[in-house]
T-cell receptor, first 113, second 113 residues
Framework: AQTVTQSQPEMSVQEAETVTLSCTYD???????LFWYKQPPSRQMILVIR??????QNATENRFSVNFQKAAKSFSLKISDSQLGDAAMYFC??????????FGKGTRLHILP | NAGVTQTPKFQVLKTGQSMTLQCAQD?????MYWYRQDPGMGLRLIYY???????DKGEVPNGYNVSRLNKREFSLRLESAAPSQTSVYFC????????????FGPGTRLTVT
């Protein structure tokens, strides 16, 4: 079975600085999708960024980018120019061939003003 | 276009009572999911439905049943609630092609006393 591991339960970063959240996963599949979701205090789940495993190019969305290392099964999220509104829980998720989506336990990100 | 809706938003049950959590989506998605979220545990998949009439167990199916009534609706039933089922429950839907992004409902906070 696939697993997703987020090894950092909590992280803090100064406003305007850059922070990287780690995610590793375990799978025997070659074709899959990876996602980062943000969950602010409102509890709503918001998609931040997605990556298809067959694409070598790392995905970027404005201040958010990923470092996708397929061989290492690593999928980290980099947030540049951190803003107070980025404070939230961040979840890494894996979607495989069976279309089930598995989440990591999350990283709580604090932004220090 | 309401996206994914869940009812109720809050519920308190006594041990042994039963209830059904309702979920509906208006995006014509094939796949629907039920998750539970507990502190420090991330989102864990309870059940999954790839299409109308099909359901599959996730990581934590014990104590739950589901019904995929039609393409729009996917309900989660607790037959005999236990305190261990106190949690926040999320319903989600997605398509099996394109972005494969999941869209989440607002969640149901369930307390079992």
């Amino acid at each position: 079975a696939q697993t997703v591991t987020q090894s950092q339960p909590e992280m803090s970063v100064q406003e305007a600085e850059t922070v990287t959240l780690s995610c590793t996963y375990d799978t025997s599949e070659s074709d899959y999708y990876l996602f980062w979701y943000k969950q602010p205090p409102s509890r709503q789940m918001i998609l931040v960024i997605r990556q298809e495993a067959y694409k070598q190019q790392n995905a970027t969305e404005n201040r958010f980018s990923v470092n996708f290392q397929k061989a290492a099964k690593s999928f980290s999220l980099k947030i540049s120019d951190s803003q107070l509104g980025d404070a939230a829980m961040y979840f890494c998720a894996y979607r495989g061939r069976d279309d089930k989506i598995i989440f990591g336990k999350g990283t709580r990100l604090h932004i220090l003003p | 276009n309401a996206g994914v809706t869940q009812t109720p938003k809050f519920q308190v049950l006594k041990t042994g009572q039963s209830m059904t959590l309702q979920c509906a989506q208006d995006m014509n998605h094939n796949s629907m999911y039920w998750y539970r979220q507990d502190p420090g545990m991330g989102l864990r998949l309870i059940y999954y439905s790839a299409s109308e009439g099909t359901t599959d167990k996730g990581e934590v199916p014990n104590g739950y049943n589901v019904s995929r009534l039609n393409k729009r609706e996917f309900s989660l039933r607790l037959e005999s609630a236990a305190p261990s089922q106190t949690s926040v429950y999320f319903c989600a839907s997605s398509e099996v092609w394109g972005t494969r992004e999941q869209y989440f409902g607002p969640g149901t906070r369930l307390t079992v006393t």
